[in-house]
């Protein structure tokens, strides 16, 4: 079985930062695409930022503070955030697109979810 365990959230003042991290565990044979997605109260689950073999990209409303970066070695992806407003309130969640070692296609995991509280 595979599992992804997310890690660094918590409560913060408004202009704060912290770092998430999410490890992936199990019979991997390669990662493609990793992401974080995040889900505010009442609201969709939207991407946040994803990063490929080759390239970056990030929702508009953290471009500049947040960054996403990724350790093959260690099957863990990260996104430092800094300058944290309350509007970033919402639980975390990474996404991973893997390939199993029994497997010849990716499928996609999730997290659990990390909750990240930036108060005003």
């Known amino acids: 079985q595979v599992q992804l365990v997310e890690s660094g959230g918590g409560l913060v003042q408004l202009g704060g930062s912290l770092r998430l991290s999410c490890i992936a565990s199990?019979?991997?044979?390669?990662?493609?695409?990793m992401g974080w997605y995040r889900q505010g109260p009442g609201k969709e689950r939207v991407l946040v930022a994803v990063v490929t073999n080759s390239n970056t990209n990030y929702a508009d409303s953290v471009k500049g503070r947040f960054t996403i970066s990724r350790d093959n070695a260690k099957n863990t992806i990260y996104l430092q955030m800094n300058s944290l407003k309350p509007e970033d309130t919402a639980v975390y969640y990474c996404?991973?697109?893997?390939?199993?070692?029994?497997?010849?296609?990716?499928?996609?995991?999730w997290g659990q979810g990390t909750q990240v509280t930036v108060s005003a």
């Open positions: 199990g019979r991997i044979a390669s990662i493609n695409d």
């Open positions: 996404k991973m697109r893997l390939v199993l070692g029994h497997s010849i296609s990716a499928s996609d995991y």
